[in-house]
Every structure is written in structure tokens, then in C-alpha cells.
């Protein structure tokens, strides 16, 4: 075996030394390849898109509470029911106040008939009822009294009926109980306690934020395409319905909400509250033009230049730019369609 190495030592060497130098060739070229990037000069539609982010909410939400303290005395509904507008859901025991009401009544049929008998007193002296003016001073203020006390009666009667009212509950609007937080009755409540929430699923929106560099771009009627991250297949188109003319409350930074409305292609209820996306709105387009990625464009010493591959060689070439349309640049001038710029290697 060393005979054998000894006589075919400098075929070997040489067998060697040849695969070293492929080796680094490879491994060079393919270094060079890798930091060397390469991009077309395109030409084309160029649209700038602007896109920002939010969740889903209702126009429609109500949280309902009773007015007054006292015993729950019925529920009607269940997190998840339907309910139609003007639908009864809770009611307090309401046997105190008919009975404050009934008094009351008595109480105004009482003064009724003592303002009745006043007046038929000073009819018998002759006097017309209506005919105030012949009366002394003493005898209208007691006409006047007897009127006023009924008056007072009458009111009482009103806002005890009001209490009889306000011991049950009713919804504003139609959609979906989100909220029981007290479902069973029997219990003592006070107004904060016991409390319903409804919200409408006819009346979702997209509520989406923008800063304020980016609400200036934006116009209500425009339209936009928005995909929500429950349903990253589903394109939704809509448009801007309304943009509040004061900052969002409770944000950091200053912020304006864009109340987005979507076409329902899934189904209201496939959607919930607090479903988070982005909507992309078009707020400006250029026509045939031509342009390369950003990043390709250099500057020096006041000036703009690029790197084109020309036989084989990167050649810098002077060019003048226009608008920066989402990471592409518009070239106005100094490069071709279908041109190689690179990006050398720094």
C-alpha cells in the first residue's frame, strides 16, 4: 500500500489540489449569489393601499337595569335567547308598590270629593262655579287650595303608577341576550346588580382605528375589502360609513375610529363581537408606470442611482424617481423595462 501512495503521490497532490479549487469556486459563487440580489424593472398598474386594523361590533347594544332596589321576582330570559323589541325579560315583586298605588288612589278619591264638596258649598250661595271673581279673597284661596290638593293627588297617583312601571323590564331593541348576570330569581337586587345585556347581530360593523396621518387619506363611501382572522378565505367587501371627527377615547396615541360596513356573505351568526381583521382601502393609483423594488434604489451625495447588470457587469446608472407605492418606486427615468438591477453586496 505505500508503494502504491509513493508511486501515484504527485497524481494525488494534484487530484487534490483541483478539487480544492472547485471547491472554493462553488462555494464562492454560491456566497456571491446569495448576497447579490436581483430584480426586473416592471411596468403596470401601481395602487397604494392602505390598511388598517379593528374588530367587529354592534351599532345596536343595550345594557338594561331596573331603576329601583328590590326582589327579582321573574326572569324571562337566557344568555343566548332572541328577544323582539319591547319584549319583557325581568321584573321585580311589585306587590309593594300596587298596593302604594291603590293607596294613593284612595287617597286622590278622598281630596276628589273634598274638592267637590267645596265647590258645591259656594254654588248653594248662588255663585256660579267658573265665576271666581265675585268670590271674597278667603273664599278663593280655599277654591284655590282644594284645587291645588287634588292636583298634588293626581301627581302622586302618576308616580306611583311610574313605580309599577319601572319594576319591569323591557328591551329597546331586538337581537340576542348576551348578558344575565343574575339568572334566578328570588333574589334581593339593587339596579347595579342585576343587569341584561342585548345586542342586535343585524347591526355588526367593523369598527377599525386610524392615526391621524392615515384618516387623512380616507373618505366615507370609500369602498374597501376587508378579511377578518376567523375567516382568512373570505374576502368582505363594504364601504366607510362614518369617520368620528374626535379622537377615540382611551387609546394611547391620537386615533380616530372608521366605522366600516361589510356585505354579510357568511352569516350574522358565524360572527361575534370582538373579531379581529384588517381592511384594505385603494387611496391612490398610478397607471403604466414603471418602477422597482425600493430597496434597490441607492443615494449619493444628493443623487439616485442604481446598479443594473449590463454584459455581465454591475453598471451604476443615474435615474430620476417619483412616488414610493407600497415598497416599490415609481422610475420616471434612467432604466428600461425588463432591465436586472442588482443589489451588491455591501
Do not use: C
Request: net charge negative; aromatic share 8%.
Amino acid at each position: 500500500m505505500l508503494k502504491f501512495l509513493k508511486k501515484r503521490f504527485k497524481l494525488i497532490v494534484i487530484l487534490a489540489v483541483i478539487a480544492a479549487l472547485t471547491l472554493l469556486y462553488t462555494s464562492r459563487s454560491r456566497a456571491q449569489q446569495k448576497k447579490e440580489e436581483t430584480a426586473k424593472v416592471k411596468t403596470g398598474k401601481l395602487e397604494e393601499v392602505l390598511t388598517i386594523s379593528g374588530t367587529i361590533d354592534a351599532e345596536e347594544k343595550a345594557t338594561l337595569r331596573f331603576q329601583t332596589s328590590g326582589r327579582l321576582a321573574w326572569i324571562g330570559v337566557k344568555e343566548g335567547d332572541m328577544v323582539e323589541k319591547y319584549q319583557g325579560i325581568a321584573s321585580l315583586d311589585k306587590r309593594d308598590v300596587e298596593k302604594n298605588l291603590k293607596k294613593k288612589m284612595l287617597s286622590y278619591m278622598n281630596e276628589r270629593w273634598d274638592f267637590e264638596q267645596s265647590h258645591d258649598d259656594y254654588d248653594i250661595r248662588g255663585r256660579p262655579i267658573n265665576d271666581i271673581g265675585e268670590l271674597t279673597v278667603e273664599e278663593r284661596r280655599i277654591l284655590e287650595k282644594a284645587q291645588f290638593d287634588l292636583d298634588s293627588t293626581v301627581l302622586d297617583v302618576e308616580i306611583q303608577n311610574l313605580a309599577v312601571e319601572y319594576a319591569n323590564l323591557w328591551t329597546p331593541i331586538a337581537g340576542i341576550v348576551t348578558k344575565v348576570a343574575i339568572p334566578f330569581a328570588g333574589m334581593n337586587i339593587t339596579p347595579a346588580l342585576a343587569e341584561f345585556e342585548i345586542i342586535n347581530p343585524s347591526s355588526i360593523y367593523f369598527s377599525a382605528i386610524a392615526d391621524e396621518t392615515e384618516v387623512t387619506q380616507l373618505k366615507e363611501n370609500l369602498a374597501g375589502a376587508l378579511i377578518l382572522d376567523a375567516f382568512p378565505d373570505n374576502n368582505l367587501t363594504g364601504i366607510i360609513d362614518r369617520i368620528s371627527f374626535v379622537p377615540k377615547a382611551g387609546e394611547t396615541g391620537t386615533v380616530y375610529e372608521v366605522k366600516f360596513k361589510f356585505r354579510n356573505t357568511i352569516g350574522s351568526n358565524n360572527y361575534r363581537i370582538g373579531m379581529a381583521g384588517d381592511v384594505d382601502f385603494i387611496v391612490g393609483s398610478i397607471d403604466k408606470a414603471v418602477f422597482i423594488p425600493t430597496k434597490f434604489v441607492q443615494e449619493e451625495d444628493s443623487r439616485t442611482f442604481v446598479f443594473v447588470k449590463r454584459q455581465g457587469k454591475n453598471e451604476k446608472v443615474m435615474i430620476k424617481t417619483g412616488e414610493e407605492i407600497n415598497g416599490d418606486t415609481v422610475i420616471l427615468s434612467g432604466l428600461k423595462v425588463n432591465e436586472t438591477v442588482v443589489l451588491p453586496e455591501k
